[in-house]
């Protein structure tokens, strides 16, 4: 068995039963060194712990490749859900296994930002730039989303100086591309973890600076109005 999990935005009291199950079930624990952290209380001191960065994640993938095959129980973890940010790393993890996997959904950071600044993901989109490759698509995709009077929630890319896409650099890039400096925005950081939050508009952001950690909300201009039957009158 390989299965990933999801380990929640950093509280290990955010992650779902099911996939503590696993941990503490698990021959296997695999993982970036911070996710692996988050969930240590769980992993039972039979198991290997395979920890590895950007460098070597191919190679201890492999690693943990070759133990699944022989027959070890592996768990990998990633932090938050798979499916928000992680599917490139779930690629990575398939191509060693040479066949698909099983997954377990976690809660992500961007939902608990949806719940702490009350919106609807019904009226919101979601934007990750916390990938690899040409981030162009997905830039061009966010000024989309707040011309259709959306809200935006947006995971930045705060990897290397060369293409950091962080907070400010993406207010920069909307203010270009006619988004209208007064569009109401927040920036979360830490989640779950010591929160810290900065509410200000996107002219502002341009030059604000925030930790790696930090998570975007972009308000709509013109909030869509509630669909709800009217109260009745007293």
Not at 104 to 117: E, F
Request: proline share 6%; with cysteine; aromatic share 8%.
């Amino acid at each position: 068995m390989i299965i990933c999990i999801g380990a929640g935005p950093g509280d290990i009291g955010y992650l779902p039963q099911r996939s503590a199950g696993l941990i503490r079930d698990a021959d296997v624990i695999a993982g970036f060194d911070a996710v692996v952290n988050v969930v240590r209380p769980l992993i039972p001191a039979r198991a290997e712990v395979v920890l590895m960065g950007y460098k070597d994640q191919v190679a201890q993938l492999e690693h943990v490749a070759r133990l699944h095959h022989a027959g070890k129980r592996c768990v990998v973890v990633f932090m938050g859900d798979i499916h928000f940010s992680g599917f490139q790393y779930l690629e990575r993890v398939e191509r060693a296994c040479g066949h698909p996997v099983e997954t377990m959904p976690g809660l992500s950071s961007a939902q608990v930002l949806a719940s702490r600044a009350r919106v609807c993901f019904d009226e919101t989109t979601f934007v990750t730039f916390h990938r690899r490759g040409d981030l162009t698509p997905f830039k061009r995709h966010l000024v989309h989303v707040l011309e259709d009077q959306r809200n935006a929630i947006v995971i930045p890319c705060p990897w290397d100086a060369a293409r950091s896409f962080m907070p400010c650099h993406i207010a920069a890039y909307l203010l270009e591309n006619g988004i209208s400096p007064a569009q109401p925005t927040e920036v979360w950081e830490n989640l779950t973890r010591g929160e810290a939050e900065w509410h200000g508009t996107l002219a502002e952001c341009a030059d604000k600076t925030f930790s790696d950690m930090s998570i975007m909300l972009i308000r709509t201009l013109q909030p869509m109005a509630s669909q709800i039957e009217p109260a009745e009158a007293a």
